[in-house]
């Protein structure tokens, strides 16, 4: 094996662990620790709330308050995420079901669809963006959010 296909298996198992430890974070429901893997100037597209956030301020301020909506434990699980991993960006894309659990405990989670750019900035890797979205029916305009993979 030559030095840049090893390079290129460790930057695929950087990325992959960058996105594990993400995913973690989110389902512990650890704001801190989940925009620790954010760039400071990330840009992201959430499917509720506001059409763009800006900055990690802003994103960090969504991800509280998305915290907050759901009472009891965090369901989070990222399903069939493709890598593709270049020297400096990668992006991953994938389905993740999310949400939480009201008052009562019941689930409330649906599947979303997600784009996930990253940057290596400083010897590290970084989400500089991130993009999640529901589908919709045209004719009613509303979410379609009973969808399954």
């Not at 973690?24 to 992201?44: F, G, M, P, T």
């Not at 979303?112 to 750019?117: D, E, S, Y």
Request: proline residues 3%.
């Amino acid at each position: 094996m030559n030095t840049a296909s090893l390079r290129h298996d460790q930057q695929q198992l950087e990325v992959r662990a960058l996105l594990q430890s993400w995913a973690e974070a989110v389902q512990a429901k650890d704001v801190a620790r989940i925009l620790s893997h954010y760039a400071a100037d990330v840009v992201a597209y959430d499917a509720i709330l506001q059409l763009q956030f800006k900055g990690l301020e802003a994103y960090g301020a969504h991800w509280q308050a998305c915290m907050e909506m759901c009472s009891g434990p965090g369901v989070f699980a990222v399903h069939e995420p493709t890598l593709l991993v270049g020297d400096e960006l990668a992006l991953a894309y994938y389905l993740c079901r999310c949400g939480g659990s009201d008052d009562q405990g019941q689930e409330q989670a649906s599947w979303m669809r997600v784009t996930q750019g990253y940057q290596r900035r400083d010897g590290h890797w970084l989400i500089v963006h991130e993009h999640f979205s529901a589908p919709f029916d045209m004719q009613s305009g509303k979410a379609l959010f009973d969808l399954k993979p």
